[in-house]
């Protein structure tokens, strides 16, 4: 298995990036050997709180997120991130970790694709 | 089979990671590794960057997802192959070293 971990940190309100670096992650899991994680920190965790950023034409997020966990493969939201911006838990399914975690899966990973 | 070394490159051709990516792919082609660059987002406007048909005149192979090169109004190239996310899928599983640069 190719664990491959994908890391989101920016606002989904001003770029259209993020929604890119989603339909990324998704087509990575077109080969089944890729085990995708999508990891969000900083201002990439509004991506997962109860935002609707396609409605300011921000692009696509929660099909992308949804895609991804019915595929079987993993969000990760980083806990302090969601602490510095009083987000008490994301509104879609995904686990909530400390910094040390994060940094645990990315030293695990075969491949790190920061997405800017 | 040459090891390949796989690059990820989704900044426009401005961006200094454009300047860092052809001379590592002009390094490790020097060296006999295969490279496979895959171009997506602004990354696809090095479709007008004769430095990367240079590249691939040397040896390397660069694959751009269509979707974006659609959405952008990019055309279509002889030395590119016109793919989709179904190639980086394949890219980050065989090359032995991957590298992105967003």
Request: proline content about 2%.
């Amino acid at each position: 298995m190719n664990q491959v971990a994908v890391i989101i940190h920016k606002s989904p309100f001003n770029t259209l990036r993020n929604s890119e670096g989603l339909r990324m992650a998704v087509g990575l899991t077109l080969e089944e050997d890729n085990k995708v994680t999508v990891i969000f920190v900083k201002d990439g965790v509004y991506l997962t709180g109860n935002v609707a950023p396609e409605k300011i034409q921000s692009g696509i997020i929660k099909k992308h997120l949804e895609a991804l966990r019915l595929l079987g493969h993993r969000l990760v939201v980083e806990r302090e991130s969601m602490e510095e911006r009083g987000i008490e838990e994301p509104s879609v399914k995904a686990d909530v970790l400390s910094s040390a975690e994060v940094v645990k899966i990315l030293s695990e990973a075969d491949r790190v694709i920061p997405w800017q | 089979m040459s090891e390949k070394l796989g690059i990820l490159l989704t900044t426009s051709p401005e961006n200094e990671n454009t300047h860092t990516v052809l001379r590592l792919a002009e390094t490790a082609l020097a060296e006999g590794r295969q490279v496979e660059i895959f171009l997506m987002c602004d990354g696809v406007y090095h479709l007008n960057d004769a430095r990367l048909e240079g590249l691939t005149q040397k040896g390397a192979k660069v694959v751009v997802c269509a979707h974006n090169c659609l959405e952008r109004k990019v055309e279509r190239k002889s030395f590119v192959l016109w793919g989709s996310q179904y190639d980086l899928a394949v890219l980050i599983k065989e090359s032995y070293r991957f590298l992105s640069f967003n």
